[in-house]
């Protein structure tokens, strides 16, 4: 902190001092004048009084105006270090933050090179299970064609949109092999249950719409839906017999129970001895 001196003037000793000046200047000229020129002497003392107390008024204005200076260049000084130190704290979060930006990133480069290596690896094993996709999808088709007749719409459809399926572009490896295996545990599940469906026959050459039973993959057989005739499918032979009508009750109780209208029960079903498919060659 400057310090600035100050003088201060005593008015007692400044008009003291005044007027021994004024009684020393005056004493030659009353000495050359004795004639009593007491009235100038007088004029010319308070002429310099005057000019003594002009001089400490101007330099009370001039100390007030320095002082006015130095504490505002004082308030700047302050207002500048308060800055400075809100930008150092300002710098040091920035620091901070670039500092755990940096180690994010790095991070964030080293999952990303992990996650090319899991893409690349990916694409290798779609390079390899596509060919095996589609072998299912071909052995699925030929294992309903030699399979026992029953919901052939229904199946071959399920075996066309999987073909589709393989042909989309937006439809990932997995999600295309997750169906595929669907399809094969539907087929799975015909072998293990009993359904009761109406459908077109074409019997004797004209078509007609019977009641199916099916148990399992052991037996199908069908029954008009006046009971005027029945039949059961031959495996062996390929083609559709007909039953006696003992059969018939058993067929009628048999539809009852798959349609879960009637408790299950023993039921006596034509059956047909199995038979070994071979595909071609």
């Known amino acids: 902190m400057q310090c600035r001196a100050r003088r201060f003037f005593r008015p007692g000793f400044v008009l003291a001092v005044a007027l ?36 400490r008024t101007q330099g009370n204005q001039g100390a007030a105006e320095i002082q006015s200076e130095i504490d505002g260049v004082s308030d700047e000084t302050s207002d500048l270090l308060a800055r400075y130190r809100t930008k150092l704290k300002q710098i040091e979060a920035i620091d901070l933050y670039n500092g755990q930006m940096e180690e994010m990133i790095g991070s964030q480069e080293n999952e990303l090179v992990s996650l090319r290596d899991q893409v690349d690896r990916v694409e290798e094993v779609s390079r390899s299970v596509t060919p095996l996709m589609i072998r299912m999808i071909a052995a699925l088709e030929r294992f309903v064609e030699l399979d026992v007749p029953f919901l052939e719409a229904e199946r071959r459809e399920r075996i066309e949109e999987l073909h589709k399926l393989m042909g989309r572009a937006d439809v990932t490896t997995s999600e295309k092999f997750r169906q595929i295996m669907a399809a094969y545990q539907t087929e799975n599940e015909y072998g293990r249950t009993i359904e009761a469906y109406r459908g077109p026959l074409v019997i004797d050459g004209r078509e007609t719409t019977v009641d199916f039973l099916r148990f399992g993959r052991v037996a199908l057989v069908y029954m008009a839906l006046d009971e005027s005739e029945a039949g059961t499918w ?44 071979k595909g071609d060659g």
């Open 20 to 55: 021994g000046l004024g009684f020393t200047a005056a004493a030659p000229r009353a000495q050359e004048d004795s004639s009593g020129a007491p009235e100038t002497s007088e004029a010319t003392a308070d002429a310099q009084l005057e000019d003594v107390i002009e001089v």
């Open 234 to 277: 031959s495996q062996e032979e390929g083609k559709w017999i007909p039953v006696s009508d003992s059969f018939k009750s058993s067929i009628r109780d048999g539809l009852r129970i798959a349609r879960k209208q009637s408790a299950p029960d023993l039921i006596t079903l034509p059956v047909q001895a199995a038979v070994v498919a």
